[in-house]
């Protein structure tokens, strides 16, 4: 009988806060949101992306929902249980069904273990007997890697070798979400496909759910159902990835896509520049917190902050959504200057 079926991931306002200071015993202490309550949820085997500047919160979302962050309000309930208030020992399980590839291929492998050793970490871990030597096979098969590879140290292996083994780090166990942190970053182009169509294919041969954060958008464009678009710790846009790029609602999201590299010439001049400066957390503009750099702002956009907006399938949280192809107004603060 066909049931209703579960979320693999929901979340709901969810908010991390850092303490920081005070430096050198001056000073207070203060609490900055690198993630400033947001909401989303993800179907088994579906993909959603993050995008969004250096600094936005897409880290510290990911680490929020793999536990390795502590939130400080919201709900994280991952296939129908609440996880974000679970001890150590209640969340151990769940790791099993939930694993993440860090940021920074390399570096995020000990680099005084083999291949063999890494890829099957996980189940020494969680104290999980298997025959090794054919649980690295079979790891090493599912993503392309050979045997040759398990006597090597992570700074013997390339870069894409080293993103494979990541992805076998993470496909083992056999979870059902995996959170790809910068999947495709410092690779070569060619590498870049090579990385992403693994994923895609694992995905779908293990029925994987996935977020992936990037700031490449050609790569969300290429494997993410949904996506989100966040800004000093909130999602300005969330929605279908095709209806995003098709048409950027909010002005922050159509300066990303913009920036993105555009094979077109003709489209390329189109690029809509942003004033550089992003917004310190601990002084968060009043009112939309983007006004400080948004070429659409109007005079009293820093007088409320914007309810979200629904845009087709989307939430935008732009008090003037933008209608499609909508250019900047020409006396925008981001035009060139004049000669
Ligand atoms: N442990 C921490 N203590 C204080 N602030 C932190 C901490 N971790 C992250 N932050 C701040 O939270 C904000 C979000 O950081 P985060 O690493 O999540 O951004 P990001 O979107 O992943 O950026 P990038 O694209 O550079 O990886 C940043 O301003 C960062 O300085
Ligand atoms: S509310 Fe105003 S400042 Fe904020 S994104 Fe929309 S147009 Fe720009
Ligand atoms: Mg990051």
Same mark, same amino acid.
Request: net charge negative; with cysteine; charged share 25%.
């Given at each position: 009988?066909?049931?209703?079926?579960?979320?693999?991931?929901?979340? #709901?306002?969810?908010?991390?806060?850092?303490?920081?200071? !005070?430096?050198?015993?001056?000073?207070?202490?203060?609490?900055?949101?690198?993630?400033?309550?947001?909401?989303?949820?993800?179907?088994?085997?579906?993909?959603?992306?993050?995008?969004?500047?250096?600094?936005?919160?897409?880290?510290?979302?990911?680490?929020?929902?793999?536990?390795?962050?502590?939130?400080?309000?919201?709900?994280?309930?991952?296939?129908?249980?609440?996880?974000?208030?679970?001890?150590?020992?209640?969340?151990?399980?769940?790791?099993?069904?939930?694993?993440?590839?860090?940021?920074? !291929?390399?570096?995020?492998?000990?680099?005084?273990?083999?291949?063999?050793?890494?890829?099957?970490?996980?189940?020494?871990?969680?104290?999980?007997?298997?025959?090794?030597?054919?649980?690295?096979?079979?790891?090493?098969?599912?993503?392309?890697?050979?045997?040759?590879?398990?006597? *090597?140290?992570?700074?013997?292996?390339?870069?894409?070798?080293?993103?494979?083994?990541?992805?076998?780090?993470?496909?083992?166990?056999? !979870?059902?979400?995996?959170?790809?942190?910068?999947?495709?970053?410092?690779?070569?182009?060619?590498?870049?496909?090579?990385?992403?169509?693994?994923?895609?294919?694992?995905?779908?041969?293990?029925?994987?759910?996935?977020?992936?954060?990037?700031?490449?958008?050609?790569?969300?464009?290429?494997?993410?159902?949904?996506?989100?678009?966040?800004?000093?710790?909130?999602?300005?846009?969330?929605?279908?990835?095709?209806?995003?790029?098709?048409?950027?609602?909010?002005?922050?999201?159509?300066?990303?896509?913009?920036?993105?590299?555009?094979?077109?010439?003709?489209?390329?001049?189109?690029?809509?520049?942003?004033?550089?400066?992003? !917004?310190?957390?601990?002084?968060?503009?009043?009112?939309?917190?983007?006004?400080?750099?948004?070429?659409?702002?109007?005079?009293?956009?820093?007088? #409320?902050?914007?309810?979200?907006?629904?845009?087709?399938?989307?939430?935008?949280?732009? *008090?003037?959504?933008?209608?499609?192809? #909508?250019?900047?107004?020409?006396?925008?603060?981001?035009?060139?200057?004049?000669?």
């Amino acid at each position: 009988m066909p049931g209703i079926m579960t979320k693999i991931l929901e979340v #709901e306002d969810l908010e991390v806060a850092f303490r920081i200071g !005070p430096a050198f015993g001056i000073g207070q202490r203060k609490e900055l949101l690198g993630v400033a309550g947001v909401g989303f949820d993800l179907d088994p085997g579906k993909t959603f992306a993050l995008v969004g500047e250096s600094g936005s919160g897409k880290t510290t979302l990911a680490r929020a929902v793999n536990g390795l962050q502590a939130i400080s309000a919201g709900r994280i309930v991952f296939d129908g249980q609440r996880i974000d208030d679970l001890d150590a020992r209640r969340m151990k399980p769940l790791r099993l069904r939930m694993s993440m590839m860090f940021q920074d !291929p390399v570096g995020s492998l000990s680099p005084r273990m083999k291949v063999g050793d890494l890829v099957t970490e996980a189940y020494r871990i969680h104290g999980i007997d298997v025959d090794f030597r054919a649980e690295t096979e079979r790891l090493l098969s599912l993503v392309g890697l050979s045997m040759d590879v398990t006597d *090597r140290f992570p700074h013997q292996l390339s870069g894409g070798q080293a993103r494979r083994v990541g992805v076998a780090r993470a496909i083992a166990l056999n !979870p059902e979400l995996i959170i790809a942190d910068e999947p495709t970053a410092g690779l070569d182009v060619s590498i870049q496909g090579e990385v992403l169509n693994l994923l895609n294919d694992l995905r779908e041969r293990l029925g994987l759910a996935m977020i992936i954060i990037t700031h490449n958008l050609h790569v969300v464009r290429h494997v993410a159902d949904r996506m989100a678009v966040m800004y000093l710790g909130r999602f300005v846009e969330i929605g279908p990835t095709d209806e995003i790029f098709s048409a950027p609602a909010h002005p922050y999201t159509a300066a990303l896509l913009s920036a993105n590299p555009e094979p077109d010439p003709d489209r390329a001049k189109d690029r809509i520049a942003l004033p550089a400066e992003v !917004p310190s957390l601990l002084h968060r503009p009043e009112g939309c917190e983007f006004h400080t750099r948004c070429p659409w702002a109007r005079q009293d956009c820093g007088d #409320e902050i914007p309810e979200a907006v629904i845009v087709g399938q989307r939430r935008v949280a732009c *008090r003037f959504p933008l209608e499609r192809g #909508e250019r900047p107004p020409a006396d925008s603060p981001t035009d060139p200057p004049t000669k």
